[in-house]
Structure formats: structure tokens, C-alpha cells
């Protein structure tokens, strides 16, 4: 199963491995305030229905802010305070909230935090945690991405019946691209199917991480009730009993736990003896300290194994995961997880300096700020890579640089901006100048919040998470900087005014659906209740229908939708009908059109107008089309032609003869000196773009086709070409081919295709894929996704490959085989298929039903697909219902 350790470490040794240890850097920003120290800004990360809200009630108990434990089902939690979160009993929007662990003796002498991990643990003393509970739905990702942009580590939370799930691997991955240092916490491990083994196996497997089982399960009398966990690390058993909250913690040396269970004592030595490997490989620290105490693994102090734990946790890129164990609705296991997260997690002081761009250049804030106490003449080359040539005197006068990561509207108190402070210290009343919309507004107050509660303070520190009210247009991403006696309505010194730190990227929405107020008088009221929601939450989109006029609004997913559609009712009261969601489809031609030349003849705004091109159009071969393809507007060389990649798979090819695009010189004697072969290539451009944006057969935007243009100077120029002109000269002949290549051969829609991964019990794994294949038309790639395409995974490819062979695991007693997912009457079974879009509208009902309330999923676009002429018939019936 494991390697010995005498024969690991002394590979090392003899052939003199460097183990890599390149640490997160422990000084990120000049600070001298000792808070930074004592912070932790954590989140909890999970799938769906892993007991994240549970654990953080949990949390806030033993951590002294609440007096009695919220419980989810009743809607009582503190984090979950929306309506909507406590009717669904799930998380919708991240909340904030700040408590104390270990909790404060207000009437213990007041003491100072240790300057080392040497002697004492982090946990001896009491650090102030700011902590985010994160949605799990995957159509609230992007509350989970603008959470992750500002915390310093994570607390990733599995159930221990489901193991790795979809959704936790995609926020794994997600956290990883900010090299946020995480610790899992393996949940329900009370629950009847639970299989720690069996988790900790997929966490390598899944996670591409080493799991370092800190804890393992203590079953009573070895396969009774969980009633606690023993410790690795310190070499005891933690028994909870005596209470139901949780509160009395019985433990019990390796000495006393063997008069009365051998087995588990023996087990907890394997796990330390696997912990100790384990950090050597990664811990050169570890390897010295082993050799230090005579090559026996029980002997070194928990103290250096928390050390050295830390060490490796705070690596880029982290490659061993701290592994606990617990049941939070039991209320066992949370107090020592608090312990992990103070003695594990890093304080702001010890993450990466955060990256910055200012003028030109692309730094970090650390850089900038130690700067601004050089007095030499900045540099004149603004590309250089160079940071030590970086120079900015001005930086001196910056006070505090913050990040606003999220905006929402409080019914009581506004608009509140929750920003997460960088450099500095920000004070009540400062004004704050917001580089990314270059305006400056007045910070009135500056609050703490405690989920839907708030606390009013003076100011914030670096490292600190706070909420500002009363910014009107502060949105989600942008930068906030506070210079030293900087007017409302001046601008800051320098380039600091171009300071920008690293932003939030929002991913594309998939589903949209039509809103229209009640009348003209209720438009108004509705358009400003819209442009506070899409303030709020940046992943929902506005457009408008050129030529219904219809307002609609897209979205991550039908329950995202629903919940704004909830909010836009009932929250701002606006008054609209909201359509029912609708499927971005597109469509393709199927047959060529010859060569047709078009002529614009005719007054633009009152001048006269003239161009003219030809155009052909040839469908595409292929049958799928990428999805949400970005433009690739980059020209290809050639000496007389122009190509562009346009989205949705379409290309515009250019011929241009006697323009040659290598000879400037040569455009004087063929174009007029308004004119100019880029520009005249810009308008062909946006006018082909714009025609593509309807199609001829139902108004969807246009896939898949190859426009060829030929712009001959002899016969398309004229004296009153201009480039508007040729721009509507270019939009009108595409579309006049478009529709002639519809009326010889009708389009074809093609219809979105998601590739889901949907997670059953085994006893429902016959019903959902029999559901997928027949009734939803879907095609299923695999069971168990041992070798299919995961959309949650896309940079697994770049992260290691852990064999689950060579990662310790205490034997699961529930379990009659030592394999991974045997011996599971009921275990969790993973499906893949491609299913339209279409058909996953409402599909977590359904998948409910068929599970008895078991079943979750996610999924991601793969691609866009030709729709059969039975299937394309049946979706335009529907659409012209009424």
C-alpha cells in the first residue's frame, strides 16, 4: 500500500533529491500592522449538499458568536439568511462573517500572538477569522469565483458518502488557479454508506493532490456509531460525548485507548507512520527530523508535524492536501478543524503579492509600494520585465489599495460594497478614487458584517474583509485606491490613477428568458430594478432584440434565473411579465450561393454613398461547432487576402487584388487619401459580423459558414465610398445571400449540447440513463467517467497522476473488499452523456424524482449541434405556441 519509510528516506538521501519547496512568499506587502497575523480569510468550498452552511453554524457556535446551533432544514441558519436560500434550503448568495477561534477570555490578561510556529501551536492563541460560505449549485459559479479572488485559503468540505463530487472538483480546480491553499474536511461520516477509505482514495485520484489523513474514524467497538476520530498528528483518540452540542471532548492517549482498542491504536500508528512519509517527500525538514529522533516515526512531536504540514500546504502548487475527519450534524470534529485552519491556513502576510498593472506595466503591489520610497528618476522603458527597474515616487502618497469583490443591495441599508483591503489601512470618510471607472466617491462608513448583520468600525487593515456603504458605482472587480489628501474631483498623482488590481472573470451565460414591463409607465422602474440585479451579480446579461424590442435576460442556469426572477418580483416589486427561459439556438446554411455583387447606392445621414463588394457563401463541413468560440480577429498574412475567425465557427475570407497588404506605399495610387486597406478591412469586418448576427431562418445568429468577399478597387470604389458605406455594403450583401442560400435549401437550427456529469445512487443508475438516452434524446459516454471527458476537470491534464494504490487509507469496516466504491449496497454512481440543452431545462426536478432527492449534477457546453429535421419541426412548434 505504502512505502517504508527507512527506504524512502534514505532514497533521498542517497541520490540527494531536492525536494521542491518553493513557498508562497511570507512577506507580501509592507505591513506593520500585527492584525495581519492573526487573521485568517477562509471559505468553505464544496458540492452541493456537502454540509457547508452546516458546518459554519457549527463554527460560529463554537466560536462563540451564536448561542444556540442553526440548523438548515428549519431555515435558522446565520449564512443562509435570504428567503428564497431558506425556502430551498441551499446557499444562493456567499455571506461574510467574522468570529474569534480560539474564542476570547474577556477576563484573560491580554497577551501577544507567538512570532513563530517554533515552541507553540497557532491555535494556543486567538486569531480573528473571516469566513465566506460559497454556494455549491454550479449555477451560482461566479459567486464562487469573486469569493475565491480574495481569500487567503480554503476549507473544502466532502460527504463522505458521495466522495468527490462534479462540483467539488470544478471549485478544487478553481481555487487551484489562484494557488489558494486548501485542507478537506470529510463530512457525514455518520450517515449509513459512509466510506472514508473509499473518499480519500478519490481525493487523489480526483483532486491530483497527496492526501495527508491527519485523522481517521473511530467507530464504536470498530463497526458501531461514529463517535469521534483519532489524531495522526498528535497520536490520541478524540471521543465526543457528554453533550449534544458538541462542546466536551474526551481524549485519550495511544496508552489508554490499547487497554480498550487495540485495533484503532494500531491504526493510528499506520496513519502516522503514512503522515511521516508522506511530508518527507515533499518536506526536506521532515527528513532531518526523522534522522534527528532515531528513524521512529512515533517519536517526533506533533509539533513538527503540524509544521511541517503547514509548510507543504503553503507550496505553489500545493501537492499534499490535509485530510480531517468528522460528522457536523453530529457535532463531531469541528473544534479541531478550527485548530487546523488557525495552525494550517496562512495569514494575509504569507500569500503571493497580489499582481498589479499601473501604466504600462505589469507588476506587483509590493513592488509598487517599496517604489515609492526610491527618488530616482523612474525608468523611460515602461515594457521592461524587469521589476527592480520599476520606479514610482508617486506610490508614496497611496494609502490603501482594496478590491471590491462583490455589490449587493440591502433592503435596509443600501448598496453595500464588500471590499477585501491589499496595502494599508482604510479609514471611515476616505476618499476613495476607483481606477476602473475613474471617478473618485467618499467612503461615508465602513462596516464588518456578520452575515446580515453588521457592525460599524473605523477603519480596515490589510488582510481585512469589510463592507462599505453609500458607493454608487463601485461593481464587482473594480479597484479602489485612497490617496493622501486626494480631492473628490481630482485625479490621483502619476499613473496611479491606472492602478488596477488582477480582476474577476465572469463566465458566459447559457440560458436566457424575456422580460417586459406591465406597461410603458413601469418601464422605467423595472430597467433601474434590472441595472441593480446586474450590479449585484455581474453573470447575469442584458440585451435587447434589435427588432421585437423585447428585453432579455441570460443567465448560468434555470435556477439562476429563477432566483433573479424571484428577486425582480418580490424583492424590487417590479412589475413585468417574465417569459419562460428560452435556448440560445443557431443556425446554417446547407447550400452555396455563386458569386453575387451588390452596390450601395444611396444617402447616409444626408451625404451621398457609394461601395459595392461580392460575396459567396459556403457551408461548413463540420457537424459540431465549438462553443461560445472567443473571436480571433487576427488577420492571416498573405500578400492580396485577409482571413478572420468570427464566433460560432464562421470565417470571412478577403481578396483584395492590387491592395497589397505588405506594400503601403503602393495603396496611394488605388485608394483616396480618406481611405486605407485597414480600414477598409475593419468595415468589411463589422459589416459581415453584423449580418451574421441574424440568420434568414429565424433570426438566430449564423454558424459554421465560410463568407468569401472579393473587394476589387476597379469596380467597388468610387468617390463616394466611405468606410460606413462599406461597411453597410458588406452587411447588406450577406444577407441578401444568406437568404438566397435559405430559399434554395432551408437552414438548419443547431441547438446547444451540454456534456453532463450526473451523480446517482446505484439503485437509480438504470432509470437516469434509460431517462437520458430515450426520453431526453441524450447519448451517455460512460459510467464511473474512468476514461471520459469531465467538464469540471480541463486542467487536469496539466496536474499530476496520484495512483490510488500508493495512498494510505484506514480499511472502511462497512466495506467487504479493499477496492475503491466495493462493498457499497448503495454507492455513488458517476454518469457522462451529452445531452441538448433543451432538455436539462428543469432537469434537477426530474433527476430528483427519479432519485428519490439523491441525484445532483453538473454540466458545461460542448459544443453546438445540426438538429434532425423531426427534432428541428418539433422545437419551432413549440416556439410559435402561444
Known amino acids: 500500500m505504502w512505502l517504508g519509510w527507512t527506504g524512502c528516506a534514505r532514497r533521498v538521501i542517497r541520490h540527494n533529491v531536492k525536494v521542491p519547496r518553493r513557498l508562497l512568499s511570507t512577506q507580501a506587502i509592507p505591513q506593520k500592522d500585527p492584525l495581519s497575523k492573526t487573521t485568517r480569510n477562509i471559505g468553505i468550498i464544496a458540492h452541493i449538499d456537502a454540509g457547508k452552511t452546516t458546518t459554519t453554524e457549527r463554527m460560529l457556535y463554537y466560536g462563540g458568536y451564536t448561542r444556540r446551533i442553526g440548523d438548515v432544514d428549519e431555515g435558522s441558519t446565520v449564512t443562509d439568511f435570504l428567503p428564497a436560500e431558506r425556502a430551498r434550503g441551499i446557499t444562493i448568495q456567499s455571506a461574510a462573517i467574522t468570529f474569534d477561534w480560539p474564542p476570547k477570555n474577556p477576563q484573560a490578561p491580554p497577551s501577544h500572538p507567538p512570532a513563530s510556529f517554533e515552541t507553540i501551536p497557532f491555535s494556543s492563541f486567538s486569531h480573528n477569522v473571516n469566513l465566506i460560505d460559497t454556494p455549491g449549485h454550479a449555477d451560482f459559479t461566479f459567486e464562487v469565483l469573486r469569493s475565491l479572488r480574495v481569500l487567503d485559503g480554503a476549507v473544502c468540505i466532502l460527504d463522505g458518502v458521495a466522495g468527490v463530487e462534479a462540483q467539488t472538483e470544478k471549485v478544487w480546480t478553481q481555487a487551484g488557479t489562484y494557488h489558494i491553499p486548501r485542507i478537506i474536511f470529510v463530512n457525514k461520516l455518520d450517515r449509513v454508506g459512509a466510506a472514508f477509505s473509499r473518499t480519500v482514495k478519490e481525493i487523489g485520484v480526483r483532486l491530483h493532490g497527496w492526501p495527508a489523513v491527519c485523522q481517521i474514524p473511530w467507530w464504536k467497538d470498530g463497526n458501531g456509531d461514529f463517535i469521534g476520530v483519532g489524531d495522526a498528528v498528535h497520536l490520541r483518540g478524540l471521543m465526543w460525548q457528554g453533550s449534544s452540542d458538541g462542546s466536551q471532548i474526551q481524549p485519550y492517549t495511544l496508552e489508554q485507548l490499547a487497554k480498550t482498542d487495540k485495533v484503532f491504536t494500531d491504526e493510528i500508528k499506520k496513519a502516522r507512520i503514512a503522515l511521516v512519509e508522506l511530508l518527507s517527500e515533499h518536506d526536506d525538514v521532515m527528513v532531518e527530523q526523522f534522522l534527528e529522533h532515531d528513524e521512529d516515526h512515533l517519536a517526533i512531536p506533533g509539533l513538527q508535524i503540524m509544521q511541517s504540514l503547514r509548510r507543504v500546504v503553503l507550496q505553489a502548487p500545493q501537492s499534499v492536501i490535509p485530510v480531517f475527519a468528522g460528522a457536523s450534524f453530529r457535532n463531531i470534529g469541528v473544534q479541531p478543524l478550527l485548530d487546523s485552519v488557525v495552525d494550517l491556513l496562512p495569514s494575509p502576510l504569507e500569500r503571493p503579492d497580489p499582481e498589479i498593472s499601473v501604466g504600462a506595466q505589469s507588476t506587483t503591489l509590493a513592488t509598487l509600494l517599496s517604489s515609492g520610497s526610491k527618488t530616482y528618476v523612474p525608468a523611460k522603458k515602461k515594457n521592461t520585465k524587469d521589476e527592480s527597474a520599476v520606479s514610482f515616487p508617486e506610490a508614496r502618497s497611496l494609502s490603501a489599495c482594496a478590491l471590491a469583490f462583490k455589490v449587493v443591495n440591502d433592503p435596509k441599508r443600501g448598496i453595500l460594497v464588500y471590499v477585501r483591503v491589499y496595502s494599508g489601512t482604510l479609514d471611515k470618510g476616505a476618499v476613495l478614487y476607483n481606477t476602473n471607472l475613474h471617478l473618485a466617491e467618499r467612503a461615508p462608513r465602513i462596516l464588518k458584517m456578520y452575515a446580515n448583520d453588521a457592525v460599524e468600525v473605523d477603519s480596515l487593515s490589510s488582510g481585512q474583509i469589510g463592507v462599505i456603504p453609500g458607493l454608487k458605482y463601485a461593481r464587482t472587480g473594480d479597484t479602489l485606491i485612497w490617496c493622501k489628501g486626494l480631492a473628490m474631483k481630482a485625479q490621483p498623482p502619476g499613473d496611479l490613477g491606472s492602478l488596477q488590481l488582477k480582476p474577476i472573470n465572469v463566465p458566459p451565460p447559457v440560458f436566457f428568458t424575456s422580460i417586459e414591463?406591465?406597461?410603458?409607465?413601469?418601464?422605467?422602474?423595472?430597467?433601474?430594478?434590472?441595472?441593480?440585479?446586474?450590479?449585484?451579480?455581474?453573470?447575469?446579461?442584458?440585451?435587447?432584440?434589435?427588432?421585437?424590442?423585447?428585453?432579455?435576460?441570460?443567465?448560468?442556469?434555470?435556477?439562476?434565473?429563477?432566483?433573479?426572477?424571484?428577486?425582480?418580483?418580490?424583492?424590487?416589486?417590479?412589475?413585468?411579465?417574465?417569459?419562460?427561459?428560452?435556448?440560445?439556438?443557431?443556425?446554417?446554411?446547407?447550400?452555396?450561393?455563386?458569386?453575387?455583387?451588390?452596390?450601395?447606392?444611396?444617402?447616409?445621414?444626408?451625404?451621398?454613398?457609394?461601395?459595392?463588394?461580392?460575396?459567396?457563401?459556403?457551408?461548413?463541413?463540420?457537424?459540431?461547432?465549438?462553443?461560445?468560440?472567443?473571436?480571433?480577429?487576427?488577420?492571416?498574412?498573405?500578400?492580396?487576402?485577409?482571413?478572420?475567425?468570427?464566433?460560432?465557427?464562421?470565417?470571412?475570407?478577403?481578396?483584395?487584388?492590387?491592395?497589397?497588404?505588405?506594400?503601403?506605399?503602393?495603396?496611394?495610387?488605388?485608394?483616396?487619401?480618406?481611405?486605407?486597406?485597414?480600414?477598409?478591412?475593419?468595415?468589411?469586418?463589422?459589416?459581415?459580423?453584423?449580418?451574421?448576427?441574424?440568420?434568414?431562418?429565424?433570426?438566430?445568429?449564423?454558424?459554421?459558414?465560410?463568407?468569401?468577399?472579393?473587394?476589387?478597387?476597379?469596380?467597388?470604389?468610387?468617390?463616394?465610398?466611405?468606410?460606413?458605406?462599406?461597411?453597410?455594403?458588406?452587411?447588406?450583401?450577406?444577407?441578401?445571400?444568406?437568404?438566397?442560400?435559405?430559399?434554395?435549401?432551408?437552414?438548419?437550427?443547431?441547438?446547444?449540447?451540454?456534456?453532463?456529469?450526473?451523480?446517482?445512487?446505484?439503485?437509480?443508475?438504470?432509470?437516469?440513463?434509460?431517462?437520458?438516452?430515450?426520453?431526453?434524446?441524450?447519448?451517455?459516454?460512460?459510467?464511473?467517467?474512468?476514461?471520459?471527458?469531465?467538464p469540471t476537470t480541463s486542467l487536469s491534464s496539466d496536474l499530476p497522476t496520484i495512483d490510488p494504490s500508493q495512498v494510505y487509507a484506514p480499511p472502511d469496516p462497512f466495506s467487504s473488499g479493499g477496492d475503491v466504491g466495493s462493498g457499497l449496497g448503495d454507492s455513488q454512481r458517476q454518469i457522462v452523456a451529452r445531452v441538448p440543452l433543451k432538455e436539462m431545462v428543469g432537469y434537477l426536478n426530474q433527476l430528483r424524482a427519479l432519485t428519490g432527492g439523491r441525484g445532483t449534477f453538473v454540466m458545461s457546453v460542448d459544443g453546438f449541434e445540426k438538429m434532425a429535421a423531426q427534432r428541428q419541426k418539433d422545437v419551432m412548434d413549440k416556439m410559435r405556441e402561444f
Open 517 to 790: 414591463p406591465h406597461s410603458l409607465s413601469e418601464q422605467k422602474h423595472v430597467q433601474e430594478s434590472l441595472a441593480i440585479l446586474l450590479r449585484e451579480d455581474p453573470s447575469l446579461q442584458l440585451s435587447v432584440d434589435e427588432e421585437s424590442g423585447q428585453t432579455h435576460l441570460a443567465g448560468m442556469g434555470d435556477l439562476h434565473l429563477e432566483i433573479a426572477r424571484d428577486r425582480l418580483l418580490n424583492d424590487f416589486k417590479a412589475k413585468a411579465r417574465i417569459g419562460k427561459i428560452e435556448i440560445g439556438y443557431r443556425e446554417t446554411i446547407t447550400s452555396s450561393t455563386s458569386p453575387d455583387t451588390y452596390i450601395l447606392d444611396r444617402p447616409i445621414a444626408s451625404k451621398p454613398a457609394k461601395a459595392g463588394v461580392t460575396v459567396a457563401l459556403t457551408p461548413g463541413d463540420d457537424l459540431i461547432v465549438p462553443a461560445f468560440g472567443s473571436e480571433q480577429s487576427q488577420p492571416e498574412d498573405g500578400p492580396y487576402e485577409t482571413t478572420y475567425y468570427l464566433p460560432d465557427n464562421c470565417t470571412l475570407h478577403i481578396s483584395h487584388p492590387n491592395l497589397s497588404r505588405h506594400d503601403s506605399s503602393g495603396h496611394k495610387n488605388h485608394l483616396p487619401l480618406h481611405l486605407s486597406l485597414p480600414g477598409i478591412l475593419s468595415s468589411i469586418h463589422s459589416g459581415a459580423s453584423a449580418a451574421l448576427a441574424r440568420g434568414p431562418f429565424n433570426g438566430y445568429p449564423v454558424s459554421n459558414t465560410r463568407i468569401d468577399i472579393t473587394f476589387d478597387v476597379a469596380s467597388h470604389l468610387f468617390n463616394e465610398t466611405t468606410p460606413t458605406a462599406m461597411s453597410m455594403a458588406t452587411r447588406t450583401a450577406v444577407q441578401n445571400s444568406l437568404r438566397a442560400a435559405n430559399d434554395v435549401s432551408p437552414a438548419i437550427l443547431m441547438e446547444p449540447v451540454m456534456l453532463a456529469t450526473i451523480f446517482v445512487n446505484e439503485g437509480s443508475l438504470g432509470a437516469v440513463v434509460q431517462d437520458l438516452s430515450s426520453a431526453r434524446g441524450g447519448q451517455v459516454l460512460s459510467l464511473d467517467a474512468s476514461d471520459a471527458p469531465i
